[in-house]
Every structure is written in C-alpha cells, then in structure tokens.
C-alpha cells in the first residue's frame, strides 16, 4: 500500500462522516420544512411587495397601462411624493390632503370618544350583577357586523328621502332633532353643509356621521377588553380607597384608570391604528366616490383611487406616506405611553 | 416642676387618648351602622344610576339592528312615511323573496352564485390557512433551526406595515398571472395570518417541555406530536382563529372588488349593489326601475348578518376570546 | 364522534375544491370571443340570440358575453385586464375609455379590418367577406362613425397609430330629450291657441315659466335633469363658452366668467325651487317626472332617450321634445344636444397562442361585431332598449317602421331623437376627459345647492383636474 492509496483511504474515512453530518444537518434544519409554506406565501404576497413598493414610489410617471416593452416610467426621483402631497397628480379625484385630513379628524376625535364611553360603560357593567352577561352580548354586538352592510344602516338614519319641495321622509336623526326644535340638517346628501378652507372642504354634518359610526363600531372590542381588565383590577385597591373614603369619581379617575392605564394604551395605539386605515365604513355610508368628490375620502381610499385609475406610482407612493404616518404615531404612542403608564 | 408638669400633661393626654380611642370605638359602631345604610343607599342609587346608563347605551348600540331588521321588513312607502314607525305596519316579507330572487344576469348578481362564491372561499381558504398557521406556529415554537429567529423577527416587522402597501403589487402580480376570477386569488393571498402565527406560537411555546419528552420517549414524531397533543391542548385557539378567519372572508370587500368581476365576487360585494331592477317589479312600477330601494338593501344586509350572529350565539366565547387576544378582525 | 365530524369537514373541504376547480374550467382560448358590456337583464337576452347566430354560423368559434355592471366597471376592468394580457376582444366603451387603452398599443385598428377584402368560410363553405363596402360605410349615421376616427384623440401617433386609423365603431345611440307633463303645464295656463301645451323651446322660456308653476304645484319642482355634467357641457356647447380641447397645452377650457355667470343664475332658480338634479335627489329624476305634478314630482324632465321606458306613465299626458336651446345674439336659437351611448372597441388578443391565431381572432371578432351592427339586429336592440339605431337603414327595417310608428314613449322618444341628428355634438377625448366630466358635474352641484360659490365651484373644479 503505497503512501497516496493511503491518503485516499484516510480521506474516504473522514468524508463518510461529512456527510452523515451534512445529513444530520440537514435533518436538524427540518423545521424549514413546516415553515416553507408560509414562507414561500409570504415573499411572494408580503415582503415582494413591500420591497416594490419602495421601489415603485420612485419610479416617475409609472403608469400601469403602458406600451409592451416600455418601462412604463420616465425615471427615477421623488417626483410622486412631490406631486401626491401638492395634490398635482393630473387625473382628478381625491386629493391627499383632504384625505389626511379627514383622517385624522375622524381618528383624533372617534377614538378617544369611544375609549371614554367604553370605558365608562365597562364600570358600569363591573357595578352590576344582574343581566351582566346579557349587556355584555348587545354590547359586544356591533363587532359582528360588516362595516359597509351596517354603513348603509347608518345612512337610512340620516338620508332625507324626496326633493327641496316635496321630502318624503327626513331620516330618523333629523325626526329626533325636531323634538327639540332643531331644523333638518342634510347630513350626507349633495347638500350637507360644509366649511372651506382655502382648498380643504371640512364637511361638518358629514363628519358627525362618519364620527358617530365609528364610535359606535369601535366600542365592542374595547368594551371587552376593558371589562376584563377592570375584572382582573385587585380587590384590595378598592377596599383601600374605601377606608379613605373617595368619592366614587375618584376612584375611577385615581385608581381605576391608572390601574388598567395599560390597556387604555394599547387601545388608544390600535385604536388609531385602525383609524388610520378606514375605509370600507365611509364607502358604506358616503358611497364608492366617498362623498362628493371625495370630500370624505380617507387615506386607504386614496390609495385604491389611484390603484383603479391605472396611476401606479402615486398609489405607491400614498401607501408609503401612510406607513410613514403610521410609523410616526406608533413612535409617539410608545414614547408617551412609557412616560404616563403605570405598569 | 416643668418635668412633673409635662409628665401630667403627658399622662393626661394618655387619658384622653384613652378617652378618644373609647370614644372612636363607640361612634365608629354607630358610624358602622351608618354607613351600611349610608352604602345601602349608594348601592342602589349607584345600581339604579348604572343600569339606567347602561340601558340608554345599550338602546343606541342596538338601534341599528333594530332598524335594520324592521326596515327589512316593511313595505318601502312605509319605509318611506314622513313619521317613522318603530313597528312595522305591514309584513312585507316579499322584500326577502326579490331579493333572493335575482337571476345571474341581473345587475346584481344571484344570491345562490354569490352565496357559493363565500362559502368556497370561506372554507378552502380558512382550512388550508389553518393548516399553514398552525405547522409554522409550530415549527417556530418547538424546533430548531438555523435562522429562526430572523424569520420570525421578519415575520412581526411586516405587522407594523399597513395591509394597503401589499394590495398594489399584489394586484398587479395576479393580474399578470392572469388569476383575475378565480377563487385561487381570493384565496392565496390571505392564507398566511402572521398573528395567529404569532398567538399560536405562544399558546405552543406554554406547554411544558416534559410532554415533548414524554412524548419522543413514546416514540411519537415531531408531526404526530403535533397532531396527538399540541392541536388537543390548544384547541379553544384554534377554534378562536378558525372562527375569526371565516368571519374575515364573510366581511372582505375591497380585495374581490379590485380582482374579480360580479359573478366572481363576494357576498359583501353583493350586498352593496342594491337592487334597482327587484324594486320595480315588486311595486309594479310604483318606484322608478333605476331606484335602489332601501327596504330591500335591508333585507339583503339582514341575511348576510344573520349568519354572523348565529356563528356569535353558538360559539360566544371563543370569538369573544379570539378577539379579546387579537383585536383584529382577521 | 370526532372522527365523523372530521370526516364530515373533510368532504364539504373536498366538495368546494372541486366547485373551484370545476368554475375554473378552461375554454379553448384562440376560438373564444370575449365580449364586455354593461347590458342589463333584457338586452343580454338579446345579444344571446346574435351570439347564437354567430355561433351556428362559425361552427367552432364561441363567444363568452361578460357584463360588467356600469360602463367605468366596464373601463376598471379593462384597465385592470390589460396589465395582465386578459384583456377581452370586444368591449362596449366611451371615447375617453379608448383614450386611456391607447396608451398600450393594445387598441385593433379597425381602418384594416373594414377596408379588408379578404374572406373566411362559413359553416356553408360560403365565403364571407370580412370588411364593409363603400355603401355600407356610409350607412352610418356619419356624426357617430366619425367619433372612433383617430383625429378625435390626443397623441395616437405616441403610440403606433396614423392618421387613417380606427379605433371604435357606434353600436347604439342615445340624446338627451325633453320629457314634459302637458297636463300640468297646459293647468297652469301655459297652451297654445289650439289648447296644446306651451313647452318651453328656450332656457329663458323655461325660466320664465317657473314662477307660475312653483305657485300652481306648492309640492312640484319645475326641472328635473338627470345628469349636471351634461348640462354644463351642453351649456357650454350651445353657447360657445368652451368646456375642454385636444390641445395638450391647456385641455380645460370650462373656468370663465360665462360658465360662472350661469352657475350664479341657476343657484337662484335653486333657491325658488326650480330645480332638482340627480346628486341632488339621489336617483334619477325619471323617478320624480313619473310622479305628477301634484305628488311632489317635476313637471319637465331632461333625461337619456335611452332611458326613455322609465319615464313612461299614465298619470297625466306627457310629450317628448328637444331639450331648450340657447338663444344667440344674432336671435338664432342653438339647439346643440349632447350624443352618448356605447361604441365598440376590439382590443388584440393577450394571450393567442400564434400570430395567426391572433390575426384570425381578430378577423371573427370583426365578424361577430358586424353582427351587431345588423339593421335586423339594430332594430330590434333599438325597440327593446330606446336607444337609436347606428345605421340609416335600421329605419327601413319593418319591425322598427312598425314601433316607431307607435304611441309609446320609447317610440316617441325615437323618433324625436332622430329628428336632432344635426344637433349632436360629442367632447373631445383625452386622457382625464372624463375626470373633467366629473368635475363640472361636481362644480354644478356645489354651486347650486350653495355650497361653494359659483367661483370656487369652478375654480375648484379646475384645481382638480390638474389645471394650472
């Protein structure tokens, strides 16, 4: 046996065991195995399209209809945001601004809204022990619901039904107002009544409808959460507040609320969260167009303006600006939320 | 003499300590009684107080349930009186029967075609999606593999970003495969939720390691482990998700909108067409033939809900559960 | 038990796979015709006795009729469908949904198609002739075959086009018509000598008029018009105040002190009642002309003489006219009136599996679109929908000679719509013209119902369309 037969054999020797490593390698990486439906999934439906996303928003004039071989756009630049946030897209329709606009003043005003009744009907509900499951059903309720079916619930309330000279029926929010002496508003018709600043249209009757929808399709889940939270609240703190004889004000507002001060937080951050992103709930009440001309347009429904009209690049680039706001917020919530809650 | 006197000052405070605390004893008894009265009385004017608020509240949450399914159920010059009726006057379940009654050509759409189109979707997509969700969850709560970590951290990181930046490029991805009506589109897309991922993980990851032993001692495999053991325990989840998944189908709207034409909608598609065409012939002409008529958009909007709250009264908890954990509706 | 129910699942879960799979079917690709309207019920039972026709005629070749709900559910999918190649051969479309597919090249150029004499065979081997004849061509009413000519859009030349092209063909037509209860007006006291009623032919005359009748009818509105859009582009035409151009420098025309004046003068006819348009109302005021005067209805009622069965009723005596004209300085009356209704564009085939299939598809496709186009067809499609026919000798077919001859309001509306043949006018067609339809329609309505002024309505409305 010569030198170099042995040098082969040593090396067959080693290289057995290399693959039985390689092997069980491969084995101890089986777990990819139960995550590659998912993961194939999601590149293709997730995180492709972030990444085009990005790269989409910088494209100029890309437009999806274009002729076969094109590009589709003229270069590359910052030209859509600039065009997005000017309201200078060319093609008519919603502008951005109105529509940040709108969306902020439905969030900023329905959230807390509804955070403060929700929370004030979960004590009640923790006050009471009879029917306390069944409030808790009519309550949890409106969760169930398809926000653009009950959309259209909410605009029978407040359609007025007939012409200027001959109304058949004011809606049941204007027949509720007369009681008290109030003249029919036309809360969502062509007529509702609306403020202008310089190029903002603030439709206020508009508003109030949108902001009484929301506050009632927000309650549910915040009710829930908030009644399993005042549930949980220790005892002790309670008795405690007795001995010092607090008023019952006070102890809701310095200690119950500190004490599930938490779960305000993560609703005011979903909360706006979702308030960002509204959408189907104005198409219900307000209609496909959102209004007028969009005058309730919302974030979202700028972005599948421009999805429909073929306008690729300014969609993209709304879509981004509504991560960029969202981002912004979610970075404001927590750094507030570290310095006033109490863990 | 100073001393002597502060040591009867002292002694008689002592006493007067004594006196009081006698004293305290004596009153908080009567203040005792007192205040159970005192809190009788509170009690009730607080139940009163809360049960009233209550009931206001509950009232106005449920107003518009009420209405719509009383609207459904009137004629629409009843609907349309200058004085609302809170009861109807007149049954008019023919509303129900137009509406059902909408062939495949009609400018709405059948109920049958659009009922099969949900419910297709609905149960393809929710039990491949659970299938996915949970053989990820477990994966990423028990095994171990090289990168799992980054995946998962991925995974969390694509929840900060809003749904609508997918929706673009996804739409234009299934418009260039050409899957523009079919249920694949409808479908593929949402069978991977990342939190339920995320939540089921976590149900996973709380059951004790010893079982997992136990379990490789009985010769079990990582997959029938799964199945045998992990699913069992983490059932009321499970059941949560699948629950909260088929809702999501049941509600989605804006996705079959932009990809598939009428026929190849859903049913909250359907419902938002209203039905012009049913109205006329169902007042013989009493409406115009281009008016959508409100009572029969309400008796539409009734039975898409009513399976909704079936599924609620009959499974409460697990979708009260769900939601409580997730706060999303799908 | 659990093994039941599992079972159970298991099959329902199989079930529906398979009524996917089985939806998904796939048809032979290259002998398939797709065709997109946004027929309603009726008509679609229609178009099924041509497709029928063409079907039996060409054995082999099919044509799948896909009804899209509204024309811009029509135009969305065709937008849509283009970005993956799914796009159908045959669409019903307006000239400014053309001028948004143009943009691809995808667009057939039917100039070749019609001047074509080559032929293919029919199930009888009987060879037919794929392009028109000189005569046939000038069969149609030349005001609608003119509107699918190139010149009429902007930049065709970008995109591979030239000056002969082609690139839609009328399908059937509508107008806007003056719908009047002759009852109410003739009660008011507005009657001619012979007792007929006085129907305004002019905007003053009808303005004029509205006092008297707001008093008469305490409930009625003296205007129902279904469409503001319309009307500021027909105001706009009738009086020479510009509304859009082709001219890629400055494409809106509609922000000037004319249009503003008007606006100013129909917010106060608002104001007294006498007027009340679609956005207004919230559906078409069809709905309020069938109503009468004295339950709250309208007793002029400008609508489509396509939409001429909903205005039908017995209620009280109602007539059919011109819509009121503007009257020029030189005392000359300008009856210009708008002409809607669906063409038809071919677009190529997306995914043929040959050029020659591509080429023959096309060929059939032309074929199945001249079927359309039949008097025989025409006229029936006419008396069924209200619309008017595209082609001259449609009029000579007997069924139609027959129904117009008729007392019904579809008729009636026919035959006046006929009448203003030389009135017609259509806008110009670009890339966001229909977004400018959009807006003065919005300008109008803000400005009447008073919430904007006419001046920001339509300052606006500019804003909004891009202009600068």
């Known amino acids: 046996m010569s030198d170099e037969t042995l040098a082969l054999q040593n090396k067959n020797n080693s290289q057995k065991p290399s693959s039985k490593k390689f092997w069980d390698f491969l084995k101890s990486q089986r777990g990819w195995l139960f995550v590659l439906p998912a993961v194939v999934l999601m590149a293709i439906f997730t995180f492709y399209p972030i990444i085009n996303a ?31 946030l000017k309201g200078d897209t060319g093609t008519g329709g919603a502008s951005f601004m109105q529509c940040l606009f709108n969306t902020f003043v439905f969030t900023f005003i329905s959230v807390p809204l509804s955070t403060l009744l929700a929370l004030l009907i979960s004590v009640g509900l923790t006050r009471i022990k009879v029917l306390q499951k069944a409030y808790q059903t009519v309550f949890f309720l409106p969760y169930l619901t398809n926000a653009l079916a009950m959309g259209a619930v909410f605009a029978t309330f407040f359609t007025i039904v007939g012409t200027s000279r001959n109304v ?33 249209n603030v439709p206020w009757a508009k508003y109030i409808v949108a902001i009484i929808y929301e506050v009632w399709s927000g309650l549910p889940f915040k009710i829930l959460i908030l009644f399993s939270a005042l549930q949980n609240v220790n005892k002790q703190y309670y008795d405690a507040a007795k001995i010092d004889s607090a008023s019952k004000s006070t102890v809701l507002w310095k200690i119950t609320a500190p004490l599930i001060s938490p779960m305000l937080s993560y609703l005011l951050i979903t909360g706006l969260m979702g308030g960002m992103k509204q959408y189907s709930a104005i198409v219900g009440i307000f209609g496909a167009d959102m209004g007028i001309d969009y005058d309730m347009g919302t974030m979202v429904g700028y972005i599948y303006q421009y999805i429909e009209k073929g306008a690729t690049g300014f969609a993209f680039a709304g879509s981004l600006l509504l991560f960029a706001v969202i981002m912004v917020f979610t970075g404001i919530n927590l750094i507030v939320s570290k310095k006033t809650v109490h863990y | 003499m100073k001393d002597l006197e502060n040591k009867e000052l002292l002694n008689q405070e002592e006493v007067t300590e004594v006196v009081e605390v006698e004293e305290a004893k004596a009153l908080a008894a009567i203040d005792l009684n007192k205040e159970k009265a005192r809190d009788k009385r509170a009690k009730i004017v607080g139940a009163i107080l809360s049960y009233t608020f209550l009931t206001i509240c509950a009232f106005f949450a449920f107003l518009p349930f009420y209405w719509m399914v009383i609207s459904s159920l009137k004629p629409e010059y009843e609907y349309r009186r200058s004085v609302p009726t809170f009861f109807p006057h007149e049954f008019y379940f023919k509303n129900y029967a137009a509406v059902l009654s909408q062939t495949d050509t009609g400018s709405s759409g059948s109920f049958l075609q659009i009922i099969v189109n949900t419910l297709v979707v609905g149960l393809v997509s929710t039990s491949i999606g659970l299938v996915v969700i949970v053989i990820t969850s477990y994966a990423l709560a028990r095994m171990e593999f090289k990168g799992k970590n980054l995946l998962f951290t991925l995974m969390l990181a694509t929840m900060m970003i809003p749904g609508e930046m997918f929706t673009l490029t996804n739409y234009l991805t299934v418009s260039k495969w050409g899957w523009n009506d079919t249920f694949t589109v409808l479908i593929l897309p949402f069978l991977v939720s990342i939190y339920y991922i995320y939540l089921l993980r976590n149900n996973f990851k709380q059951i004790p390691n010893s079982l997992y032993q136990a379990a490789k001692v009985d010769g079990l495999s990582d997959a029938g482990y799964l199945v045998k053991v992990m699913v069992p325990l983490t059932a009321p989840t499970l059941i949560s998700v699948t629950l909260l998944k088929f809702i999501a189908t049941w509600n989605s709207y804006i996705w079959p909108r932009l990809v598939n034409t009428q026929s190849w909608q859903l049913i909250t598609n359907w419902v938002t067409r209203g039905f012009p065409d049913r109205g006329a012939k169902l007042y013989n002409g009493l409406y115009g033939t281009t008016m959508a008529l409100t009572t029969l958009r309400m008796a539409a909007v009734c039975m898409v809900s009513l399976p909704l709250f079936i599924l609620f009264i009959a499974f409460r908890k697990y979708i009260m559960h769900g939601v409580s954990k997730s706060g999303t509706k799908g | 038990m659990k093994k039941s129910i599992l079972s159970v699942l298991l099959m329902v879960f199989l079930a529906a796979l398979m009524v996917g799979c089985e939806r998904q079917q796939a048809t032979d ?43 811009d559910d029509v135009r969305d999918k065709i937008v849509s469908d283009l970005q993956g190649g799914l796009q159908p051969d045959l669409a019903y479309c307006y000239a400014d949904h053309v001028a948004l597919y143009l943009q691809t090249g995808k667009v057939v150029d039917m100039a070749k198609l019609i ?68 009852t109410a007006l003739i009660k008011a006291g507005f009657k001619n000598a012979d007792g007929s009623a006085k129907v305004a032919t002019t905007w003053d005359e009808l303005w004029s008029q509205g006092a008297t009748l707001v008093k008469k009818y305490p409930t009625a509105t ?6 503001e859009a319309n009307w500021f582009i027909t105001m706009c035409q009738q009086n020479g105040w510009g509304y859009t151009s082709t001219s890629a420098d400055n494409h809106y025309l509609f922000n000037n002190e004319h249009t503003k004046a008007w606006l100013e003068e129909l917010a106060g006819y608002y104001t007294k009642g006498y007027i009340v348009t679609q956005m207004d109302y919230g559906a078409y005021t069809s709905n309020l002309f069938t109503k009468g005067a004295d339950d709250g209805g309208v007793i002029y009622c400008i609508g489509s003489s396509g939409g001429a069965s909903y205005q039908a009723t017995d209620l009280f005596q109602w007539g059919v006219y011109a819509i009121p004209g503007s009257r020029q300085e030189d005392g000359s009356i300008n009856k210009s009136v708008i002409s809607q209704g669906p063409n038809l564009v071919m677009l190529e085939c997306g995914r043929c599996s040959s050029d020659e299939a591509k080429e023959l598809k096309k060929q059939m496709t032309f074929l199945f679109l001249k079927e359309l186009l039949n008097p025989v067809f025409q006229a029936q499609f006419s008396i069924d929908s209200g619309y008017n026919p595209s082609t001259q000798s449609t009029y000579q077919v007997d069924a139609y000679v027959e129904h117009l001859a008729g007392k019904t309001i579809t008729a009636r509306a026919c035959v006046v719509a006929k009448t203003l043949t030389n009135d017609f006018f259509t806008s110009p067609a670009f890339v966001g013209s229909s977004g400018a339809r959009t807006q003065v329609g919005n300008a109008l309505n803000f400005a009447v119902t008073g919430q904007k002024t006419a001046a920001k309505a339509l300052a606006d409305a500019y804003a909004n369309c891009g202009g600068k």
Request: charged share 20%.
């Open chain 1, 168 to 200: 058949e029926t004011y809606g049941l929010m204007n027949n509720f107002l007369s009681l008290f002496g109030i003249k029919p508003v036309d809360w969502i018709g062509s007529g509702s009544p609306a403020w202008h600043w310089g190029s903002l």
């Open chain 1, 54 to 84: 990005f790269v989409g928003a910088f494209k100029e004039n890309y437009q999806a209809l274009h002729l076969e071989g094109e590009k589709g756009y003229t270069g590359w630049g910052f030209e859509n945001f600039v065009r997005v």
């Open chain 3, 29 to 71: 690709y290259d002998k398939t015709i797709i065709f997109y309207s946004s027929q309603g019920d009726k008509l679609q039972g229609l178009t099924k006795l041509a497709i029928d026709a063409f079907e039996e005629k060409y054995p082999g070749w099919k044509v799948t009729h896909t009804p899209q709900g509204g024309y």
């Open chain 3, 222 to 227: 003296v205007l129902g018009y279904d469409s």
């Open chain 3, 115 to 182: 001047n074509s004499t080559q032929t293919v065979l029919d199930k009888d081997e009987k060879e037919v002739v794929i392009g028109y004849t000189a005569e046939e061509i000038a069969d149609f009413v030349p005001g609608y075959y003119a509107e699918g000519k190139a010149q009429n859009f902007a930049n065709y030349k970008d995109y591979g086009y030239d000056d002969d092209s082609m690139f839609m063909l009328p399908f059937v037509k509508s107008t806007e018509l003056l719908y009047v209860n002759e």
